[in-house]
């Protein structure tokens, strides 16, 4: 709990610095120091698995199997995103297509903003983008509550980058192996993804 505190508290500080000086946040610098400390943060969590040569062959032996975590979360994003069709003013396709980005605000706002139209774009973007703030929450929580595993669900695509330190802290070097090889399926089957989807015609 003492973590899901700690998040939560520097988000809502960080939003609030935001909103309340906007004109001493150079948005350049801050997303240098964001590559910096996102990158420092990853070569630790590579030490710390390269580390535990033993977890890696135990991630070995699971074989294609590791496959079936990347797969349940995409299923289950896209589950969860047509089911979001009956409480909004939107089509099966254009929820489906949303939920195809798992987390990947950037490159899924742009491909959705380019094939379909602005406005899904937008709303792609913050879709994604809350995905990846409530899994920084949820991540902890999980772990904690329910399951190691399952604590890999919330982050989606991100779980390659972002929100892998948060996992390797939470889990373990078992849990963080498969938790980045979920993230770069995840990363590659969104450029692939959304297009195809895209080009179904539903009922």
Same mark, same amino acid.
């Given at each position: 709990?003492k &973590?899901?505190?700690c998040? #939560?508290?520097? /988000?809502? %500080? !960080?939003?609030?610095?935001?909103? @309340?000086?906007?004109?001493? +946040?150079?948005s350049?610098?801050l997303?240098?120091?964001?590559?910096?400390?996102?990158?420092?943060?990853?070569?630790?969590v590579?030490?710390?698995?390269?580390?535990?040569?033993?977890?890696?062959?135990?991630?070995?032996?699971?074989?294609?199997?590791?496959?079936?975590?990347?797969?349940a979360?995409?299923?289950?994003?896209?589950?969860?995103?047509?089911?979001?069709?009956?409480?909004?003013? &939107?089509?099966l396709?254009? #929820?489906?297509v /949303?939920? %195809? !980005?798992?987390?990947?605000?950037? @490159?899924?706002?742009?491909? +959705?903003?380019?094939?379909?139209?602005?406005?899904?774009?937008?709303?792609?973007?913050?879709?994604?983008?809350?995905?990846?703030?409530?899994a920084?929450?949820?991540?902890?929580?999980?772990?904690?509550?329910?399951?190691?595993?399952?604590?890999?669900?919330?982050?989606?695509?991100?779980?390659?980058?972002?929100?892998l330190?948060?996992?390797?802290?939470?889990?373990?070097?078992?849990?963080? &192996?498969?938790?980045?090889?979920?993230?770069?399926?995840?990363?590659t089957?969104?450029?692939?993804?959304?297009?195809?989807?895209?080009t179904?015609?539903?009922?």
């Amino acid at each position: 709990m003492k &973590m899901i505190g700690c998040i #939560v508290a520097a /988000v809502l %500080a !960080g939003i609030s610095l935001g909103w @309340l000086l906007p004109s001493v +946040i150079n948005s350049q610098v801050l997303d240098n120091v964001i590559t910096y400390v996102l990158a420092a943060m990853l070569f630790g969590v590579g030490i710390s698995i390269g580390h535990n040569r033993r977890e890696l062959v135990k991630i070995k032996a699971v074989g294609w199997r590791i496959l079936l975590v990347p797969l349940a979360i995409a299923a289950g994003s896209l589950l969860g995103a047509s089911i979001a069709s009956l409480f909004f003013n &939107m089509s099966l396709k254009e #929820v489906l297509v /949303v939920g %195809a !980005g798992f987390g990947w605000y950037s @490159l899924s706002s742009v491909l +959705i903003t380019q094939l379909y139209n602005a406005e899904l774009g937008a709303i792609a973007f913050l879709a994604n983008v809350f995905r990846e703030l409530m899994a920084f929450v949820l991540i902890p929580f999980l772990a904690i509550h329910v399951g190691k595993v399952v604590a890999i669900a919330p982050g989606g695509a991100t779980t390659m980058d972002s929100t892998l330190p948060i996992i390797a802290k939470m889990t373990d070097t078992s849990t963080a &192996m498969i938790a980045f090889v979920s993230g770069l399926i995840l990363t590659t089957l969104v450029p692939f993804l959304i297009p195809l989807l895209l080009t179904i015609h539903y009922g």
